[in-house]
């Protein structure tokens, strides 16, 4: 039973064209009927919104135990900024946060990090969008442990595909707990997605196109 929660993040995300139907290719390369892109929040109202959202499942998830929170280059960026309001706006927790520039600064402070300067034993959550194969997973793990002798438990995502990742059998969420010890926590998982589909039933064209996705590359 999807929960009133998730209904309305669904929802949220349809509103602000952030999640879409139709014929896409992921970043994987594969044919995908749905597709989310964080790149089309583009107002005040949508990045409060949505920092509420990551806000809430933080709180829920972890509470107050953690040091600060990264958000990846370039999506991640906004994604952490509206979380870290929104802790403190709606829960008192006040926390900072950092990103990293895709090019290292060469003037200036110089460097590839901007915001929070973490320190050795930090405990840093990530903020991100989604994870589909993994790959910015493993891109962002040698920033944060190049910094600092960080340790990073937990990451936060707007949905949880739950598609196979590298290894038959496991999806990438599975993988990143394994390589990396992290647990992913998600607002909606592609299953919310299609139940929410289902009820709705206004998306009938969608039903059995999300259904052949799933069987043939998700794990639920």
Sequence with gaps: MITETKKEFIEFMMESDVLRFGDFVTKSGRNTPYFVNTGNYRTGRQIATLGKFYAALVKDTIGDNFDCMFGPAYKGIPLAAGCAAALYNEYGIDKPY?????????????????????????????????????????????????????????MFISVNRCEVGNTPGKTAIMEVGEDFGINVHAIVT???????????????????????????????
Excluded: W
């Design 98 to 154: 950092f990103f990293n520039r895709k090019e290292e600064k060469d003037h200036g402070e110089g460097g590839s990090l901007v915001g929070f300067k973490p320190q050795n034993g930090d405990r840093v959550i990530i903020i991100e969008d989604v994870i589909t194969a993994g790959t910015a997973i493993r891109e962002t793990m040698p920033i944060l442990t190049g910094a600092a002798d960080v340790t990073v438990k937990d």
């Design 190 to 220: 592609v299953e919310d997605i299609y139940e929410y589909l289902k009820a709705s039933g206004e998306y009938d064209d969608m039903i059995p196109k999300m259904k052949e996705y799933m069987d043939r590359y998700c794990i639920i």
